[in-house]
Every structure is written in C-alpha cells, then in structure tokens.
C-alpha cells in the first residue's frame, strides 16, 4: 500500500490540525477545510511540526513539511481528487452530516471518506453519503501526532476495500489500530468515558481529590494518565457531549454527573480554558 497522495481533513482545530500534520510528515498533500480561521489551523500544524522537530521524529525541515499544507475555506472547496477526506468537526450530529454531504458533493467517486467522530453511529452519518460503502470511521487520539492509536470504526455498509484501505495507511502513519463494529460510543470512548464519569462522581462526592483519583488509577492500574486530566486534555465540553449522546443511545448509566454540566456552563473546559480539574495555568 502507497501513501495517499492526497488528503483533505476538514476542521482545523486541535484534532484536525493534529491529523493534517500526521498525514503532511508521511509525505501526503494535504488541504484543510476551515472557515473559522484559515491562518490558525495551518499555526497549530506548525506549532506541532516545531515539536516533533525537537523530538527528532521528521526526516524534513518542518518548513519543508508544511509547505504541503494548504488550507481552503469550506468543504465545497475540497479538491475533487483526493485519496482520503477525514471530516474532524465538532462532536454534532446535525453538523457532521451537513459537512459530510458537502464532502460527498465535491469529491471523486473514489475518494475515501473518513469522519474522526468519538460517539456518533457510523451507520447513521454515513446515510448522508450517496454511497455509504466507501465511509468509515477513523477515530484519532490527542495529540494525535503522539498518539499510538487510531479506532477504525466498519459500519454494516463499509466495503471490506476501504477498511483494508485505511489500515494499511494508519500502519504506514506508524500507529496501531482497533478494528470495531459500529455501535455507540464504539470501544474506546464508552470504556473511556464510562471511567470518566464514575471518577468525576467520585469527586462530586468527596471520596477523594482529582490528583488522589488520579493517582490510584496510574500507580494502581498502569493507566498512564488518570481519568480526570484525561478529561482536561479531551476537553470537558467535548467530554459532557459525548456522555449525552451515549446517555440517549445506552441508557442512565452514561448520564453526565451534575458537577461536569457545572463545570462546561461556567467555561471550565479544561487544558483549552486553562481551568477544568487542574489549574492548567501552573502547568
């Protein structure tokens, strides 16, 4: 299997900026759908190559590396022969399904599409597309150039070509994958967040602090991050939507506790805001 020579990822923030480098470093084309701010995107992918640098994990200059980033400002701009989109909005149904129609409209017949959805049913984003068996999931992690996973997520109609596809390139990335069947929340994010919400009832209820939570799950367990930093790094607003969702699909068990609803209203939102379990400003 060959590099994709050329990738689309639409959303510029944290994750999509995280992937557009991942692909940019492998040697791939890349262009960023992004409306908001064009300028930012293409920032985070070099602020992330500035880092990797310093690691020493690029075989280029990060300048080389970037200049096969572009951006355009909308979905409807996107190239028509791209190898892969990977739509990487915010965790809304209703968004993601109107960027993913926008995206089957203007690329290729051929053109792998990707969403990197934590939560959100395959099955049912894919239904937008004309044809449903070229889309698949492509779950990422942050940051995702660090990162050794990505969840690939095969809906009923997912044509067996993609997925093989699209786990000869995340080998080629030099990431591992999970292969799972599309159901809510997939493996990893309601594993993730059913951890998440028993700890922040934990601290609601005054069992412990975040640290000695935290703590107890990485000295106790071999977790190399603890649940609620954890929640800092996702974000808690990302967090408390994806819990929602899995509420509604599995049931009370994944109902978000009071003290992480309080917390996003008042723009606690974690390592983003500065503020979330963790003062991010002494950090």
Same mark, same amino acid.
């Given at each position: 299997?060959?590099?994709?020579?050329? !990738?689309?990822? /639409?959303?510029?923030?944290?994750?999509?900026?995280?992937?557009?480098? /991942?692909?940019?470093?492998?040697? +791939?084309?890349?262009?960023? &759908?992004?409306?908001?701010?064009?300028?930012?995107?293409?920032?985070?992918?070099?602020?992330?190559?500035?880092?990797?640098?310093?690691?020493?994990?690029?075989?280029? *200059?990060?300048?080389?590396? @970037?200049?096969? !980033? =572009?951006?355009?400002?909308?979905?409807?701009?996107?190239?028509?022969?791209?190898?892969?989109?990977?739509?990487? !909005?915010?965790?809304?149904? +209703?968004?993601?399904?109107?960027?993913?129609?926008?995206?089957?409209?203007?690329? =290729?017949? +051929?053109?792998?599409?990707?969403?990197?959805?934590?939560?959100?049913?395959?099955?049912?984003?894919?239904?937008?597309?004309?044809?449903?068996?070229?889309?698949?999931?492509?779950?990422?992690?942050?940051?995702?150039? !660090?990162?050794? @996973?990505?969840?690939?997520?095969?809906?009923?109609? *997912? +044509?067996?070509?993609?997925?093989?596809?699209?786990? &000869?390139?995340?080998?080629? @990335?030099?990431?591992?994958?999970?292969?799972?069947? #599309?159901?809510?929340?997939? &493996?990893?994010? %309601?594993?993730?967040?059913?951890?998440?919400?028993?700890?922040?009832?934990? @601290?609601?209820?005054? /069992?412990?602090?975040?640290?000695?939570? #935290?703590?107890?799950?990485?000295?106790?367990?071999?977790?190399?991050?603890?649940?609620?930093? =954890?929640? #800092?790094?996702?974000?808690? #607003?990302? %967090?408390?939507?994806? &819990?929602?969702?899995?509420?509604?699909?599995?049931?009370?068990?994944?109902?978000?506790?009071?003290?992480?609803?309080?917390?996003?209203? %008042?723009?606690?939102?974690?390592?983003?805001?500065?503020?979330?379990?963790?003062?991010?400003?002494?950090?």
């Amino acid at each position: 299997m060959t590099v994709p020579s050329y !990738v689309g990822v /639409v959303g510029g923030g944290r994750m999509g900026a995280g992937i557009a480098q /991942v692909f940019a470093q492998l040697g +791939s084309q890349v262009v960023i &759908a992004e409306a908001a701010d064009q300028k930012a995107a293409v920032d985070r992918v070099s602020t992330g190559l500035a880092r990797a640098h310093e690691r020493g994990k690029l075989d280029r *200059t990060p300048e080389e590396i @970037l200049a096969r !980033v =572009s951006t355009v400002a909308g979905p409807d701009e996107l190239p028509a022969d791209l190898d892969l989109v990977i739509e990487a !909005v915010p965790e809304i149904p +209703s968004l993601k399904i109107e960027v993913l129609a926008l995206i089957d409209k203007t690329v =290729s017949a +051929s053109t792998v599409i990707a969403s990197n959805t934590s939560s959100i049913s395959i099955a049912e984003l894919g239904a937008a597309l004309s044809d449903p068996s070229r889309f698949i999931g492509m779950h990422f992690f942050n940051p995702v150039p !660090v990162s050794e @996973l990505v969840e690939i997520v095969r809906a009923p109609a *997912t +044509s067996s070509d993609v997925v093989a596809k699209v786990r &000869a390139w995340v080998g080629l @990335l030099g990431k591992s994958e999970v292969l799972v069947n #599309d159901s809510p929340g997939f &493996a990893t994010s %309601r594993l993730g967040v059913c951890l998440g919400l028993e700890a922040i009832r934990m @601290l609601e209820e005054g /069992v412990a602090d975040a640290e000695s939570i #935290d703590r107890a799950m990485e000295l106790g367990y071999k977790h190399p991050m603890g649940p609620l930093r =954890s929640t #800092d790094l996702v974000g808690l #607003d990302v %967090r408390l939507a994806i &819990a929602e969702h899995l509420a509604s699909t599995l049931g009370d068990r994944f109902t978000p506790p009071q003290l992480l609803r309080d917390k996003v209203a %008042r723009g606690e939102l974690g390592r983003k805001s500065r503020n979330g379990f963790y003062d991010w400003e002494k950090k």
